[in-house]
Structures are given as C-alpha cells and as structure tokens.
C-alpha cells in the first residue's frame, strides 16, 4: 500500500480519493472547501496542499484548470514532495501548462486527465490518458487501475492532455453531426428509430449515436430520455473544445470542423444551455438553426 497526497476534492476528485481509501492507501486529502475534505472519510485532513504532499510515495491533484494547476505545484506542493515522488496531475488543462508546470516542477511528473465523468469516477471505471517518463507511469499504474478500468501511456509530458483534447473534440463533432442527422431526418419524414436501426448498424455509427443517442427513445439510458440532465455538461464540453482549438492555435494547425463545435457549442453555452448534457445541442439549437 502506498501513501498518497490528493489535492482537489470536488465532483471528480473526491470519489477518486474515496476510491483509493477503499483499496487500502494511506491517503492525506486537502481541499480549499473544508466541506469537500469531509466528503472523504478514511483519509487524512491536512492543512494545505504542500501538506497532503509531504511524505507521500504518489500526488495526485484534480483541480478545475491550469492557473489552479499551476498555483498549487508551484506554489509548494512540488517543493513540499520527497524527491522521488511521482507527481499525477488528472485535471483536463492546456498541453503548455502541463508542460511548463512538470518541467519546473524538477520531479517525475506525469499528466494523466480522465475520461468518464462522475459517474465512472465514483464506480472506478475512469479511464486515464498519460503523458511523462514511462517508469513513473508504470510505477503508478496499479493505483490509477484502483480509480479506472484503463490508464494508457500516450507519450511524453502533455501527451495525455493532447489525447484529452482530440478525443473530445472528436466527440463534440460527432455529435453534432448526429443531432444534425436526427433533424434532417425529421424533415424528411424518417422516424428516430429507423434512422437508429440503419446508422446503428452501418457506417454512421458511434459513440454519440449507440450509446448517447441525442433523441429520446432508441437508446432508453441515454440523457436525452431525462429532458438533457448530464451525464457530459456542455460547458464542460466548451471548456475542452476551447482546449483543443488553443493548442491548434499554438501548434499552427486550422481546424474547419473543431472550430465550428467550439462556434456551435459557445451559442449553445451562452444561451443557456450549459447545464445541459452536451447531447442537448440538439434540443433547440439546431433545431432552431434548421428553422430559420
Ligand atoms: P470541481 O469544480 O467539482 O472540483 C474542483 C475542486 O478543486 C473544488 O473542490 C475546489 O475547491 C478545489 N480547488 C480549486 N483550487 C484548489 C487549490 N489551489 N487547492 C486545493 N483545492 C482546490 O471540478 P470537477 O468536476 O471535479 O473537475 C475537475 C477536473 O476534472 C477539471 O479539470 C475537469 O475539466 C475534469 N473533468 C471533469 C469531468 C466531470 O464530468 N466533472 C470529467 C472529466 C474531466
């Protein structure tokens, strides 16, 4: 069993720190919210993150972006860890942050976000993207394991936050253009299900079809059946799409269809539709946008 520091104990973080109490680590938590320290019984209260920190063989932080990222390793979470720590940042932040903050660090640094919500976070079915020297990944892999049903070795620093941002920008346009499809559909007489049974079964298929189908119905778990409750919040989705688009940006890259996600998400987000599951894009959106 090892000791674990972990820093950041909100919607993610505390069912992931809960999950390592459970398995049997000595886990010293520290959280601003003093509310969200108490959300994790079995583990030690420390005072600070640098306290969480010191000591312990693994740190991880979950935090909601890269000033906070930066502020608590910086701030001396980092100086505060053993030398041969392995530092584990899960939050979804930009590729430079993660970057800069593991480089001034001056400690085995790995950037490992996640996918599969507060749902897979609770159950310990996460799945975690990781970028940073391949010993300490292998070093920590049984304990990301504890928290997830996967943890993959992308590449070097940054590598994870990269996969991050193609996977979900990806599934942003996904499922777009399968609300896109349902609407058409509409207009054309051809019913949600059988457009289901088809694309289901041929090449329009995928995860945003089969699995969060964006009308109610044909796929009875997906948000869609509860009036759009998440599941994927779409400002959660706006903040990664708003990710991908910046390290493009930096890299030089044009992206035609990720910048209009992120275009068709922001007016989404902005007309009140954050809450929602992203899915909901199709609810009014583009439905709107059909019926001009
Ligand atoms: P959250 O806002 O619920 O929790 C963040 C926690 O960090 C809060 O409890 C806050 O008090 C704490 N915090 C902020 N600054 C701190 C500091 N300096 N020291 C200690 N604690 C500090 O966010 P969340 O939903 O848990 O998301 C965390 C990260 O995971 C984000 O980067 C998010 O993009 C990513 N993520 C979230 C989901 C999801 O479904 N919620 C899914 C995948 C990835």
């Given at each position: 069993m090892a000791r674990i520091g972990f820093v950041g104990?909100?919607?993610?973080?505390?069912?992931?720190?809960?999950?390592?109490?459970?398995a049997g680590h000595q886990v010293a938590v520290f959280d601003l919210s003093p509310a969200a320290i108490a959300a994790v019984p079995g583990a030690e209260a420390a005072e600070s993150g640098a306290a969480a920190a010191t000591g312990a063989d693994i740190v991880f932080t979950m935090l909601p972006a890269g000033a906070h990222v930066r502020e608590a390793w910086l701030g001396g979470m980092a100086a505060a860890s053993r030398p041969d720590a392995v530092l584990v940042d899960c939050s979804t932040i930009d590729v430079a942050t993660a970057?800069?903050?593991a480089a001034a660090?001056?400690?085995?640094?790995?950037?490992a976000p996640v996918s599969g919500g507060v749902?897979?976070?609770e159950a310990g079915t996460l799945t975690f993207m990781v970028g940073g020297p391949a010993a300490a990944f292998a070093?920590?892999?049984?304990?990301?394991?504890?928290?997830?049903?996967a943890a993959i070795h992308c590449g070097e620093v940054g590598a994870g936050q990269a996969a991050k941002a193609c996977n979900n920008m990806m599934l942003a346009a996904t499922m777009i253009v399968t609300a896109e499809a349902f609407v058409l559909a509409e207009r054309l007489g051809l019913s949600h299900q059988?457009?289901?049974?088809?694309?289901?079964?041929s090449s329009?298929?995928?995860?945003?079809?089969?699995?969060?189908?964006p009308v109610p119905g044909p796929v009875p778990g997906s948000p869609a059946n509860r009036d759009y409750v998440p599941g994927f919040a779409a400002d959660l989705m706006l903040k990664d799409l708003g990710l991908a688009v910046g390290a493009a940006q930096a890299a030089g890259v044009r992206l035609e269809v990720g910048e209009k996600a992120l275009d068709l998400y922001r007016r989404f987000v902005e007309e009140g539709g954050g809450g929602k599951d992203f899915s909901g894009i199709i609810n009014k959106m583009l439905r709107d946008l059909a019926h001009p």
């Open positions: 104990l909100g919607n993610m973080g505390a069912p992931m720190a809960r999950n390592l109490v459970k970057r800069a903050v660090c001056g400690r085995a640094f790995l950037d749902m897979g976070a070093s920590v892999e049984p304990v990301l394991r504890q928290m997830g049903r059988a457009l289901f049974d088809v694309a289901s079964q329009g298929q995928s995860w945003s079809l089969t699995t969060y189908c």
